[in-house]
C-alpha cells in the first residue's frame, strides 16, 4: 500500500527548498536592483554637478564677454574721441585747401525732434555754404550711404535755418576701404584721409565738383 505520508513530506520539502530558491532569486535581484538605484544615483548626482559647474563656468563666461564688450566700446569710444580731435585740429586747413574760406567750424553737433534724433560730427559754416563732415576711423561704402542719406533726407528737417544755403558734404577717415573714394566721388562727397604727422589730404581728383544736397 503507497504511503501517502512519506509523498507528502517530499512533495514539502521540495516546496521548502523551491521557495528558498525563490526567496534566494528574489533577494539577488533586489540586491542588483539597490546596486543599480546606488548608481542611479551616484550618476544623477554626478549630472546635477556637472550641470552646476556648466553654470557656473557660463556665468562666468558671459561676465567675461560683457566686460570685454565693455572694454572694447570704451576703448573704440577712446580712439574715436581721439580721432575726432586729431581730424578737428587738421579739418580747417584741409578744407581751406579744398577752396572754401571764411567758416567757422563745429564739432558734435546733436539735435533731436520727437523720437528722432541726428548727430553731426563737424559742421563747417561759411557765406552761404555749410560742409558737413562725417569722420570714421576706417571709412567704409556703407558709411558712405548712410552719410548721403541723411544728407538728402535728414539734414535740412533738424537744420532748416540752411534751406538758402549750398549745402556739402564731406567724409574722412585714418583708414579707407577698398574703393570707398571712388563711391564717395560718385555720390559728390569730398573725400579726406588722415595721414602722418597731422596732415589731413583731400583724395578728390582735380576738378571734382562737389554735390550740393541743398538743391531738391
Same mark, same amino acid.
Not at 48 to 69: A, C, F, G, H, Y
Not at 79 to 105: M, P, R
Not at 132 to 138: A, F
Given at each position: ?7 507528502? *513530506?517530499? +512533495? ?34 554626478? @549630472? ?18 560683457? $566686460? ?10 577712446? *580712439? ?24 567757422? #567750424? ?13 548727430? #553731426?560730427?563737424?559742421?563747417? &559754416? ?9 569722420? $570714421? @576711423? @576706417?571709412?567704409?561704402? $556703407?558709411? &558712405? ?6 544728407? $538728402? ?15 556739402? +558734404? ?47
Amino acid at each position: 500500500m503507497k504511503d501517502y505520508r512519506e509523498e507528502f *513530506w517530499k +512533495g514539502l520539502e521540495e516546496l521548502r527548498r523551491s521557495q528558498k530558491e525563490t526567496d534566494r532569486k528574489i533577494k539577488e535581484i533586489f540586491k542588483e536592483l539597490a546596486k543599480l538605484q546606488r548608481e542611479t544615483d551616484r550618476m544623477i548626482k554626478e @549630472t546635477n554637478r556637472q550641470l552646476k559647474e556648466t553654470d557656473r563656468m557660463i556665468k562666468e563666461l558671459s561676465l567675461e564677454v560683457k $566686460k570685454t564688450t565693455r572694454s572694447v566700446a570704451e576703448l573704440n569710444g577712446v *580712439w574715436k574721441s581721439y580721432s575726432e580731435k586729431i581730424i578737428f585740429d587738421n579739418i580747417e586747413d584741409a578744407l581751406k585747401n579744398a577752396g572754401f574760406q571764411d567758416f567757422a #567750424i563745429s564739432k558734435g553737433i546733436k539735435r533731436r525732434k520727437g523720437d528722432k534724433e541726428i548727430e #553731426i560730427d563737424f559742421l563747417a &559754416v561759411g557765406d552761404g555754404y555749410v560742409v558737413v563732415v562725417e569722420t $570714421k @576711423t @576706417t571709412l567704409k561704402v $556703407k558709411d &558712405v550711404r548712410g552719410f548721403v542719406k541723411k544728407l $538728402k533726407d535728414k539734414f535740412l528737417e533738424f537744420f532748416p535755418e540752411f534751406r538758402n544755403y549750398r549745402i556739402y +558734404g564731406a567724409v574722412v577717415g585714418i583708414n579707407l576701404q577698398e574703393g570707398v573714394e571712388k563711391f564717395a566721388f560718385k555720390n559728390g562727397l569730398m573725400v579726406f584721409r588722415y595721414k602722418d604727422k597731422g596732415e589731413v589730404e583731400i583724395l578728390n581728383p582735380e576738378g571734382f565738383e562737389p554735390r550740393n544736397f541743398g538743391v531738391v
